[in-house]
């Protein structure tokens, strides 16, 4: 019996496109179950080490659940404002770049290269352009703002969401390897020893790689920040903590 004809297979095509269907529609609602059971599971090990330390679970899942809400209010509170005041210095500074670009810039760049790129290029209207549009964003994000708190019901989905995050959080780490023993327990039998196999292996290859990779833009960031800000330069956080987070990508950072 070929593919085509199979009836099993297309019975499980059709379920995994209506389970597909299903988790679009019930997006809004499992966002929050899904950014939790992501901490829950990169929290995990460490909470595992904890208590492989002699500590208690509780008391492992409690340690760590401070910790990543420590970062997250650090997050929240520090560099969220820290960020927003150095796009509006950017958004100030654009004219003055412009005019750099203009009258410095292109000219070394026309002598040192002995190609003439000011006829291609115009840097005044370049930054004129964009000052437009970021007051453009900048005004569609306040009506937005304006939107969502006029709009009650939708303004409470959001605080309901955010405010579940950390809830399920806290369950997940305490409960995951509960969680993995009832999937485990549901596999066939006969497939059990190879699922468990590649499970592991893709968890610890996986896992290893986002918390290394996230740790990994999270010093670069930190580096160039300070760095930047240290030699004097007035968008030192800013363009440090871009090239840390887009690090991730092989040159770009």
């Known amino acids: 019996m070929s593919w085509t004809t199979d009836p099993r297979r297309w019975q499980a095509l059709a379920l995994v496109l209506l389970l597909g269907l299903l988790v679009w529609l019930l997006a809004p609602i499992l966002t ?3 950014i939790s059971a992501l901490l829950g599971w990169l929290g995990d090990p460490m909470v595992d080490r904890l208590e492989r330390a002699g500590r208690s679970r509780s008391t492992s899942v409690g340690l760590v659940f401070g910790m990543i809400t420590l970062a997250l209010a650090i997050a929240l509170l520090v560099l969220a ?3 927003w005041e150095q796009l ?3 958004t100030q500074s654009l004219p ?3 005019a750099w670009m203009t009258n410095d810039a292109v000219p070394w760049l026309e002598h040192r290269l002995r190609i003439p790129i000011a006829r ?3 840097p005044a209207y370049i930054m004129e352009y964009l000052q437009g549009h970021w007051r453009e964003a900048g005004g569609v994000a306040t009506y937005l703002l304006g939107h969502l708190g006029s709009s009650g019901l939708v303004l409470v989905e959001i605080i309901a969401n955010i405010a579940l995050v950390p809830v399920l959080t806290f369950y997940f780490l305490r409960d ?3 969680m993995v023993a009832q ?3 549901l596999l066939p039998r006969p497939y059990l020893p190879t699922v468990s196999r590649l499970a592991r292996e893709s968890d610890a290859v996986l896992g290893s790689f986002l918390r290394g990779q996230f740790s990994v833009m999270l010093s670069l960031g930190t580096i160039y920040a300070v760095g930047l800000w240290a030699v004097g330069l007035d968008l030192g956080p800013l363009i440090g903590f871009i090239a840390g987070m887009v690090s991730f990508v092989p040159y770009l950072g």
């Open 96 to 98: 003055r770049i412009a």
């Open 88 to 90: 509006m210095h950017l």
């Open 81 to 83: 404002p820290m960020m």
């Open 120 to 122: 291609y290029i115009d």
């Open 176 to 178: 995951w390897d509960i």
């Open 183 to 185: 999937v485990r327990d």
């Open 32 to 34: 929050p179950f899904v």
